[in-house]
Each structure stands twice: as structure tokens, then as C-alpha cells.
């Protein structure tokens, strides 16, 4: 069997009748998604990078000549191999030599490809650490700030959003009751990082629903609830759950609901937070009333439904976007407080969950594959960032950060190396990240396709895509392991990562070591063996090959599920979390010895600079929401047929409230102008009977394409959300605190007769 792993899930290889190559649904998953299908059409695409490039001027005047400001708006020369490669050695050589190695910052960042040996960030950062090292990032765009806040309150076995949450199974065989805040965004779980064979959330949810599981979803979106029986959905204003689960959490502790048992064994901190809930500082008690008023859920709502949390057995899911917000932290740390009060913890099925559905793998009832990568090597340097704040770091060197109870030290970045990531799609503000992209001396990218952050670089090398190398594909979440077939040989002139930095290893001395005298069939050999010495039921390399896959348990029962928090929940003393306390923290003192302003050492309502009850509302009317895209990966696959069939004469699509179309005057299919002071993007309506009004729905990963007036044509949200951080804790992404302007748009040059 031929097959092609991709973050989407595995596919066959099959021809069409003219003999070309074809991708088809991989007959062992129960929900295929069909976006990855289209993935060959890229092979021949325009927008290809087919050679190494340099932009004209640094290649005339080289890096020190001030000519980073031309950077995104020249044209770029083709090079040959040999020549590129000795001008990138030379230039670290220059930078480290010159500045040290904390001026090279490797930007890499995930998901360019599902397999385990070819995978961008790590062959990139293998390659700078041979070369003395590289200021780094940590955490994510999708997890950061519950992936700071979390080991705090959970300790650090509960850094990652797969370890949160009980099984599926469990979920629906014991759970009575499922509340989400922030929904199930079902075309999510199309995707996994590493792959997957079955795609099987949308089952698991399903059975949940034939299995009399209440489903309540509080959104601004009824489409974030899912359809069949036994489904409310529960408008609620962006940014304000946290203020609707403190509100539950009052109506528990003033009418005696709350498990005081499970508080006093199993967690610390609740008088302090008890204080709070009641105002015996502020005056003000977070009651549903209170929280109703902020939120615009009925109060009778708020009541009802923390009174079945009690009564029912019940499982509190939090979407990963709602920690994408300023103050990001709150509702994950509210929610755990909540599920503490209504006493399910560490009941099967029960408790609280993250990101059900944002990934394919989260609550899968499945033996989790443990196994290596290629492997990086130790970075000598020292200097990180918080992967969110790239800009800081570009424009303020020798500035610092809070971060986690650290202040980090921003080195003088002269150098920038990207690969396996876009982030003129992912990070926020973009107009200010194209001016901080201009400082550095040198900026390299490499690439497949002619993306934002390829149009910004200085040298541009062309990646081969996933579909032309073989490679071994599995997630560390899942139990599926892919021998991902080449399945057509990338275009003359363009080279895999790993081909392309042997020849630059080769210029810098460390050929050897790069790759070890490895072919990368033996590669391959070598990352399935450290698989099979973990799990030595799995078949010898050949048979995998053979075959093509292999699955733990593969045709068997799932196996038991996690443990999650049972041991804890019946023996707290021998079985601790890995907190100060050993048990749950819903205070912190840890982090409120941090003295963060912004983020205090209980859960609480903190009021955002952007959200529909700030002054700014006046100003600019609608709450921005930028979730993930339902045709595409992020911005990859932009231009596969799946994305480009979503689009609307050519534009991006976002969603309006069929009330907020009738105030602007504008009908379904119009294209519309969405503006604040950071940036201007045009996209197409499309009207929504179920969303909020005063809420605008535009999800990430159209590439971002300003005009010569700075208008973005390519439907970003990010050119409007702010870089503000959920906190000084996490200093994460916090995109889904934005308000914007919105009007009709007649076509070029409409801007200038729009201009405040």
C-alpha cells in the first residue's frame, strides 16, 4: 500500500485515468477529511518557489549596507546551491563571530510536515546548535497561556491539553452533563499534529449524544454547538466566561452546593478565593447577576445550569480559543475551580477538559506512541522568548520581558532563520511585525511556496513539500505510525530541509555530525527502531515499510483510560500533583508572589482593553473572533482546491449577525472593509441567523497580501488583532480580544474615500 501522511490524516496513492498521481481516503479512517485531497495540486503551483533566492539589493550590498528596509518590497534573484550555501555560512559565521549567537534567532515552528525526520524546526535547529546555538521561543501560538498557567495549578504533568482531559469513553459512559465553553468547533479535529489514521472525535461526540449525554454550549455562535439531540446553545459575549463561571461558582457556595469535602482534601487556596467570590474587598459579589450583566447570558441561566453541574454528573470543556484572549488564563483557572466546587473531579468522564475537539486526539481512548524525533542537540544559548513575542524582540534589543516569574533579557537579534512556519499568518499585528522584520541585518526563510514571510527574507530556500520525501509520521498523541511514500520527486532545483542544510553543514565544518553518515533511509530505520524498543510489539522495519502502517492495539479494545485524577481524587496524600501544595491550586502562591498586576493569585474577572463593554466599543463596534479555518491547516494549503472553492470571488469570508447586515447595509456576499488603527482587510459576508450581533467571525490562515495603501486583500485577521499579551505569566497570544470597524467596500481606491 502506498500512503501519504499529513496533518490532516493519512491518504492512499492511487492515479487518475490519465496516470497522474491521486490522493484517496485512507480506508481505515471512519472520517476522512477531504481537505488534504487536494495536497498534489500545489506540486505545480505558480506561487512554487523552484530556486534558491536572494533579494537584488542584499546580494549587491550585502547585509551591513542598511538595506533591510527594502525587505517585502524588492525582488529577489535566483542562485545556484553552491552559492547559497556559502553565503549563509559565511553569514552566521560573520553574526556569531561579530555578536554571538544569541544574535541568531531560529524561528522555526511546527507543522510543515507530519513525518518525524523531516520535520523543519528540528533538522533547522540541529543545524544552529552544531553551529553554536540560537536564540530560541517557547510554548505555542494554540496552548500558551494555559500551558504556563497549568503547572501551576495542576502541576507539570498537566502541561499538555491531551493530558486534562478523561477519555471519551469514559465521557460517555458516566457523564450526564457536558457544558463547553467556547463550543466544539467540529472541522478542528480534522487535524493532529504528526497525523492520524482515524479521525474519530466527531464519532466519540456523537455516541455521546445517542448516549443521552446533556450537551450545553456557551458561544457567541450557535454553529460552535453541535447538531442532534440533547443540545442547547447559550449566546454569550466574547471574553466574558470567565465571568459567567464565577457566577456559577457564587450560586454554588451561597446555596450550600459545593463539595466542601473535595475543597479541604484536594485543593488550596478556596478562602481566598471565597473572599473574592463574595466581595468582601471590592464590594462586589460575582453572582449570576453580576455575571449576567457582564456577559449577557440570563441570570436565570447562570443559576440553572451551575445547579445541574451539581446535581448531574457533569464535565466542564473549555476551547483552546478562549485562553487566545487577553487574560486567557482566567476561564481555564476559573473552570477548574468550578469542576472542583461541583465535586466531579477525578470521577470517570467527569471534572473538567481542554480543547475537546480542537485536535483530533484529545480525549482518544488510545495507547499515546512515545517515541524520538531528529533528534536537535543541546543549544548552548540560553536567550528565549515566549513564541508570541517576536516583535518585542526585533524592536527593543537589550530590553526585557516578564515571563513566568523570569525577566528574560531580549538579545540583539541580527539574524533570523525561518523554517516550518508563516508567522505573517499566525502572530498578530502585522503591519508592526513587517517593520520589526526590516531591523535585522539578515533574515533567511526557508520555504515551498512564495508566502508573507518568504516575500520578507533575504534568502529564500525552497523546501520540498511532505508528498515528495519518505518519512515516518506519528503524533505522540495518537497510536498510529505512517511510512509516508515520496510520491513524485520534487521539481529540478528543489531540495528537502535536510539535503539543503547538509550542504550548508558541509560549508560550516559539521557535515558529519549533521548527519552522521546517515542516508535517510537509515534515518528513517533509526527513528522506527527507538519506537520499537518502546513498544517492541510493533513489526521490524521492513514488514512496516511493507505495509505501510502500524497502530498500537491495532484491531483490540482501547486499552483502560488514563488514570486522570483518580488516584489523586481518592488518596491526595500519596498521590500528589506536582504542585507547592500537592494538590489543586485555585490560589496560587506561587504566582502571587510573581506580583503581576494582570493576573493576580486566584481566578477573576479582569476587564479587557478590547471587548464589547469597553470604552473602545464606541469607537469600533465589533468583537473580532479569529478561529481556526475549516478549509485549510493554518495558512497551509491556502491554495489548495478546499480553501480556494471556501473563498468568495477571490476573498476571504466572515461572518456577520444578520441584524449587525442590515445596520451596515451591506447583503450576503457583499465585500466589506474590516479596520481599526493597527490595519485595514477586505473580505466577503456571509450572514450567519445563529451568530451574536455585534460579533464578527473571520478565521486565520489567508495569507496576508497589503496592497500599496497597506490594505490587506488576503483576508487576515491578524492585520486588525492587537500583539498584547494574555499576561505578564504567560505572554501568550491573546488575538481574540480585537474590536474593529466594519463597512461596505466598492472596490480599489474605496479606501481613500473611506479615510477617517
Not at 495518537?478 to 531540495?495: A, C, H, K, Q, T
Request: with cysteine.
Amino acid at each position: 500500500m502506498h500512503l501519504f501522511a499529513t496533518h490532516f490524516g493519512t491518504y492512499e496513492v492511487g492515479c487518475d485515468a490519465n496516470g497522474k498521481p491521486r490522493l484517496l481516503p485512507f480506508r481505515h479512517d471512519p472520517d476522512p477529511s477531504e481537505i488534504g485531497l487536494g495536497y498534489l495540486d500545489l506540486a505545480d503551483h505558480p506561487e512554487r518557489i523552484r530556486a534558491p533566492m536572494a533579494r537584488r539589493s542584499w546580494l549587491e550590498n550585502g547585509p551591513l549596507a542598511g538595506t533591510g528596509v527594502g525587505r517585502g518590497r524588492e525582488g529577489f534573484v535566483a542562485v545556484s546551491w553552491d552559492e547559497v550555501a556559502s553565503l549563509i555560512a559565511d553569514e552566521l559565521r560573520r553574526v556569531r563571530s561579530t555578536h554571538g549567537n544569541q544574535a541568531i534567532f531560529g524561528g522555526s515552528y511546527g507543522w510543515a510536515s507530519a513525518g518525524r525526520f523531516h520535520h523543519a524546526q528540528s533538522q533547522l535547529k540541529r543545524l544552529l546548535n552544531l553551529a553554536g546555538g540560537f536564540a530560541s521561543s517557547v510554548n505555542s501560538y494554540s496552548y500558551g497561556a494555559a500551558g504556563v498557567l497549568l503547572p501551576h495549578i495542576l502541576g507539570s504533568d498537566y502541561k499538555d491539553a491531551c493530558d486534562t482531559s478523561p477519555s471519551w469513553s469514559d465521557i460517555a459512559e458516566n457523564c450526564e452533563l457536558l457544558v463547553g465553553f467556547g463550543g466544539f468547533r467540529l472541522t478542528n479535529a480534522q487535524v493532529e499534529a504528526g497525523g492520524t489514521g482515524s479521525h474519530r472525535a466527531v464519532e466519540w461526540l456523537r455516541r455521546c449524544q445517542e448516549r443521552g449525554v446533556r450537551i450545553v454550549v456557551f458561544s457567541p455562535a450557535a454553529s460552535d454547538a453541535p447538531l442532534g439531540p440533547n443540545v442547547r446553545h447559550v449566546p454569550i459575549r466574547p471574553n466574558t466566561d470567565a465571568a459567567v463561571m464565577l457566577g456559577m461558582c457564587h450560586r454554588l457556595l451561597t446555596e450550600g452546593l459545593f463539595d466542601c469535602e473535595f475543597l479541604k482534601r484536594c485543593t488550596t487556596g478556596f478562602g481566598e478565593f471565597e473572599s473574592y467570590l463574595v466581595g468582601e474587598r471590592d464590594g462586589i459579589a460575582k453572582d449570576a447577576a453580576w455575571a449576567s450583566a457582564i456577559s449577557g447570558v440570563p441570570a436565570e441561566t447562570i443559576i440553572e445550569i451551575a445547579e445541574d453541574l451539581h446535581d448531574h454528573r457533569s464535565l466542564i470543556n473549555v476551547a483552546w480559543s478562549l485562553q487566545r484572549a487577553r487574560f486567557g488564563e482566567q476561564p481555564f483557572w476559573a473552570a477548574i475551580t468550578l469542576a472542583s466546587m461541583a465535586g466531579h473531579v477525578g470521577r470517570k468522564g467527569c471534572g473538567f477538559a481542554f480543547g475537546l475537539t480542537a485536535v483530533n486526539a484529545v480525549g482518544q481512548p488510545v495507547r499515546r506512541l512515545k517515541g524520538p524525533a531528529f533528534e536537535q542537540g543541546m543549544n548552548p544559548v540560553r536567550h528565549f522568548i515566549p513564541v508570541a513575542r517576536i516583535t518585542e524582540l526585533l524592536e527593543n534589543p537589550g530590553g526585557r520581558i516578564d515571563y513566568d516569574g523570569q525577566a528574560l533579557e531580549l538579545p540583539d537579534i541580527r539574524l533570523v532563520w525561518w523554517a516550518g512556519g508563516n508567522p505573517f499568518h499566525h502572530h498578530q499585528d502585522l503591519n508592526r511585525l513587517a517593520e520589526a522584520f526590516r531591523r535585522p541585518e539578515t533574515v533567511i526563510v526557508t520555504e515551498n511556496m512564495w508566502t508573507a514571510t518568504a516575500k520578507m527574507a533575504d534568502i529564500v530556500l525552497p523546501s520540498a513539500f511532505p508528498f515528495e520525501r519518505d518519512d515516518v509520521a506519528a503524533s505522540s498523541r495518537d497510536n498510529w505510525l505512517v511510512y509516508s511514500r515520496r510520491v513524485m520527486e520534487p521539481p529540478e532545483g528543489v531540495l528537502a530541509d535536510h539535503e539543503a542544510y547538509c550542504l550548508i553543514a558541509d560549508r560550516l565544518g559539521c557535515r558529519e555530525a549533521f548527519d552522521e553518515n546517515r542516508c535517510v533511509d537509515d534515518w528513517l530505520a533509526h527513528i522506527y527502531e527507538g519506537y520499537r524498543e518502546r513498544y517492541p510489539e510493533l513489526p521490524d522495519f521492513q514488514s512496516f515499510r511493507l505495509r505501510a502502517f502500524a497502530a498500537l492495539d491495532e484491531g483490540e479494545e482501547a486499552p483502560a483510560p488514563a488514570d486522570h485524577f483518580r488516584r489523586f481524587r481518592n488518596n491526595p496524600e500519596g498521590s500528589p500533583l506536582k504542585t507547592p501544595s500537592g494538590r489543586i491550586e485555585i490560589a496560587s502562591g506561587t504566582i502571587g508572589k510573581f506580583g503581576y498586576p494582570d493576573i493576580g493569585s486566584h481566578p477573576a474577572w479582569r476587564e479587557p482593553e478590547e471587548w464589547l463593554g469597553a470604552p473602545l466599543a464606541s469607537q469600533h463596534r465589533f468583537h473580532l473572533l479569529s478561529p481556526q479555518p475549516a478549509h485549510r491547516l493554518h495558512g497551509q494549503l491556502e491554495y489548495g482546491p478546499a480553501s480556494q472553492s471556501a473563498k468568495l470571488k477571490g476573498y476571504e469570508r466572515f461572518t456577520l449577525s444578520a441584524v449587525d447586515a442590515r445596520g451596515l447595509a451591506v447583503e450576503d456576499g457583499d465585500l466589506c472593509e474590516l479596520y481599526n488603527d493597527r490595519g485595514r482587510t477586505i473580505a466577503a459576508v456571509t450572514i450567519d441567523e445563529g451568530l451574536m450581533p455585534g460579533v464578527a467571525v473571520l478565521p486565520t490562515g489567508g495569507w496576508f497580501h497589503p496592497n500599496g495603501d497597506g490594505v490587506d486583500h488576503g483576508g487576515n485577521p491578524n492585520t486588525l488583532t492587537p500583539i498584547t499579551a494574555a499576561s505578564r505569566l504567560s505572554q501568550a497570544t491573546a488575538p481574540n480580544s480585537c474590536l474593529v470597524s466594519i463597512r461596505a467596500w466598492h472596490g480599489p481606491g474605496s479606501e481613500q474615500q473611506h479615510e477617517d
